[in-house]
């Protein structure tokens, strides 16, 4: 969930899926994607900072093994890059930002299978940075779902540097919206969302400063949510994880 302050409110960042895609066609969604073997490759961990063992126990709440651990931040970090074009990276000597031009070909390049991600990194001459992400939840599919995810969830600051921009093929129009009012445009049937995105937006909706939301996600509980279907109703949370979770 890629966040940013706005005035007096903070906005996060929704990308509509494409209208091909087999899961959620058409929804507004964060960005994200899938793990890929390269992202448990020695490689990739010696590409990106923050992944000791100490810090990913605490961001992961000991709740998942470090090498998994690494992993997730690994395929969070080159997910967003792919699919929105933001790149959380630090240069080793503190160097100037990457220019908005090498950053497209560096991600027109990955998204072609023309380099990996741990390629791209050392082409730029950086490093990603997993201490960017902070975790924020874990979502499992019910069984009774044709489709089985395991999920999680990071929330992150946009870099001042940077531009979002969908990758007009598996997302279209990204849009900064703050999530109330994401919330309201769904409400009135203007904006389709899919359930975890709806919670999670609820969620978000509950601070009204980005520095509190971001030191939230850096603190809260963390149980994993794994919601429930009703044929009336469709997916609906457990009562005892409402608002915990």
Avoid at 51 to 73: N, T
Avoid at 86 to 100: E, H, I, N
Avoid at 206 to 235: C, H, M
Wanted: proline share 7%; with cysteine.
């Amino acid at each position: 969930m890629l966040l940013r302050g706005a005035s007096d409110r903070f906005e996060t960042f929704l990308l509509r899926r494409s209208a091909r895609s087999a899961f959620a066609p058409d929804a507004y969604v964060f960005p994200g994607g899938a793990l890929d073997d390269d992202d448990f490759s020695i490689e990739a961990a010696e590409r990106t900072l923050d992944i000791d063992a100490a810090r990913l126990h605490a961001e992961f709440r000991g709740l998942v093994a470090q090498h998994d651990a690494a992993a997730l931040c690994i395929a969070a970090l080159r997910e967003l890059f792919e699919e929105a074009g933001v790149l959380f990276a630090r240069s080793p000597d503190g160097g100037p930002a990457v220019s908005r031009g090498a950053l497209a070909d560096a991600r027109a390049r990955l998204r072609a299978g023309e380099a990996s991600f741990p390629q791209v990194l050392r082409d730029l001459d950086r490093h990603a940075d997993a201490g960017a992400l902070a975790f924020f939840s874990r979502w499992v599919t019910p069984p009774s779902e044709p489709r089985r995810y395991d999920t999680y969830f990071f929330v992150a600051r946009m870099p001042d540097d940077q531009t979002p921009v969908a990758d007009a093929d598996e997302t279209h129009d990204g849009r900064w919206i703050a999530p109330r009012e994401a919330l309201a445009d769904f409400g009135r049937g203007a904006l389709h969302l899919v359930y975890p995105t709806i919670k999670h937006l609820e969620r978000l909706a509950a601070f009204d400063d980005l520095d509190t939301a971001i030191a939230f996600a850096r603190s809260k509980p963390v149980i994993t949510v794994a919601p429930y279907t009703s044929p009336q109703n469709g997916f609906k949370m457990p009562p005892e994880l409402e608002g915990v979770w």
